[in-house]
């Protein structure tokens, strides 16, 4: 069974900071494109930042310069660091991978996954 389980939520004053992690686990062969999405109360969720095999980095327009997503592939975890927090940034944080593993019977497939999500709050 292959799982994300993500950690560093909490509150924080605006301007402060916070670092996510997620980290994978289960019969995962590789792993491609790690995701943050968020989701504040009362809106859809968003996509914030992602990250490919090769390090390549994307993010949306409201957290340029602010926030820095990376990963540790020896890990198969993937970071948030979250600079500079504002209150419009509280919201559901949640995690997305897409994998290759390995099923019992020696199958590689691939899988999206998503995490139980972990809560920012920031108080202005």
């Known amino acids: 069974q292959v799982q994300l389980v993500e950690s560093g939520g909490g509150l924080v004053q605006a301007g402060g900071s916070l670092r996510l992690s997620c980290a994978a686990s289960?019969?995962?062969?590789?792993?491609?494109?790690m995701d943050w999405y968020r989701q504040a109360p009362g809106k859809q969720r968003e996509l914030v930042a992602t990250i490919t095999s090769r390090g390549s980095t994307n993010y949306a327009d409201s957290v340029k310069g602010r926030f820095t997503i990376s990963r540790d592939n020896a890990k198969n975890t993937v970071y948030l660091q979250m600079n500079s927090l504002k209150s419009e940034d509280t919201a559901g944080y949640y995690c997305?991978?897409?994998?290759?593993?390995?099923?019992?019977?020696?199958?590689?497939?691939?899988?999206?996954?998503w995490g139980q999500g972990t809560l920012v709050t920031v108080s202005s």
């Open positions: 289960g019969n995962i062969a590789s792993i491609n494109t």
């Open positions: 997305n991978a897409n994998l290759l593993v390995v099923t019992t019977t020696g199958v590689y497939r691939y899988l999206e996954v």
